[in-house]
């Protein structure tokens, strides 16, 4: 839900080095923690999701159901898609056809 910023390669070369100073055990304790700190952002995650539901009216909670639905119809479409473009590609003799991908558009209802 946050736009965070990645580590760059030399952060990433750093961490890598700290993890080959450790013991063992203390391997397991920084593994233990990296585990620890994902299950607190999804504990997070889900409690704004809660938040932002529990503000909704009964109908609203209705509606965003359906918005739900619509997307995940939406992408099923867009996966359906790309496995026939790229079938249409292997399938062609020797030529590299892409085909454009259609646009979904997405009309709130109400």
């Known amino acids: ?28 304790y920084v593994e233990d923690q990296l585990k620890k700190e994902q299950l607190a952002r999804q504990e997070r995650e889900t409690i704004i999701v809660r938040l932002f539901y529990g503000s909704m009216s009964a109908q609203d909670l209705d509606t965003a159901g359906q918005q739900i639905c619509r997307e995940r119809q939406g992408r099923a479409e867009d996966q359906r898609i790309l496995r026939e ?6 399938t062609t003799s020797g030529r590299n056809t892409v085909r454009k991908k259609r646009r979904r558009v997405v009309r709130p209802r109400g």
């Open 1 to 28: 839900m946050t736009n965070e910023e990645l580590l760059s390669p030399e952060h990433w070369r750093v961490f890598r080095l700290f993890l080959g100073s450790l013991s063992d055990e203390e391997l397991d």
């Open 85 to 90: 473009s790229a079938s249409a590609r292997t």
